[in-house]
């Protein structure tokens, strides 16, 4: 089975394009930290992700450089060819679902997060869904510092 579930920051801004056959297509970088055992900067993965047709279109128009997502998908290695010639391996990411996460602080737009999936029934029950009303989260009490089992 091949499925990754990958969260991170894009690094660049969505590009969209339309295929040979007519069908959108969007594509963008993923930065994806990596715990280390070793305290310092963690290392980081870069994922070229590809979204197609209505996915690929919601992508553009929500996501941007910077933007905190999740994406489930299909991991493939492929190769292209460098300016100097060379082959390189290049790690790509066809993307079935994608959630906007959001970022530490709070969007300028307003916007908490969303997703968006291939298929409408997969839909998480929580977080905000395009298309529908604001999400609605329950209230929490704070916890006496006491009363923490830790």
Same mark, same amino acid.
């Given at each position: 089975?091949?499925?990754?579930?990958?969260?991170?920051? #894009?690094?660049? $801004?969505? @590009?969209?394009?339309?295929?040979?056959?007519?069908?959108?297509?969007?594509? !963008?970088?993923?930065? %994806?930290?990596?715990?280390?055992?070793?305290?310092?900067?963690?290392? %980081?993965?870069?994922?070229?992700?590809?979204? !197609?047709?209505? #996915?690929? @279109?919601i992508a553009a128009q929500y996501l941007r450089k910077g933007r905190k997502a999740c994406v489930v998908g299909v991991l493939q290695l492929n190769t292209?060819?460098?300016?100097?010639?060379? +082959?390189?391996? /290049?790690?790509?990411?066809?993307? $079935?679902?994608?959630? !906007?996460?959001?970022?530490?602080?709070?969007?300028? $737009?307003? /916007?908490?997060?969303?997703? *968006?999936?291939?298929?409408? /029934?997969?839909?998480?029950?929580?977080? +905000?869904? *395009?298309?529908? /009303?604001?999400?609605? *989260?329950?209230?929490?009490?704070?916890?006496?510092? $006491?009363? #923490?089992?830790?």
């Amino acid at each position: 089975m091949n499925k990754i579930f990958l969260i991170g920051n #894009l690094t660049r $801004d969505p @590009e969209t394009r339309t295929t040979s056959t007519g069908n959108s297509m969007c594509r !963008f970088g993923l930065a %994806v930290n990596r715990r280390r055992k070793v305290e310092g900067q963690p290392d %980081v993965d870069f994922f070229n992700v590809t979204c !197609f047709g209505k #996915l690929g @279109e919601i992508a553009a128009q929500y996501l941007r450089k910077g933007r905190k997502a999740c994406v489930v998908g299909v991991l493939q290695l492929n190769t292209f060819t460098g300016q100097d010639g060379q +082959k390189r391996p /290049s790690l790509d990411v066809v993307a $079935d679902d994608v959630e !906007f996460m959001p970022n530490a602080q709070r969007d300028g $737009d307003g /916007s908490t997060g969303g997703y *968006y999936g291939s298929t409408a /029934s997969e839909r998480p029950s929580q977080g +905000k869904t *395009y298309g529908d /009303s604001k999400p609605s *989260y329950p209230a929490f009490d704070e916890a006496d510092e $006491d009363e #923490l089992p830790f």
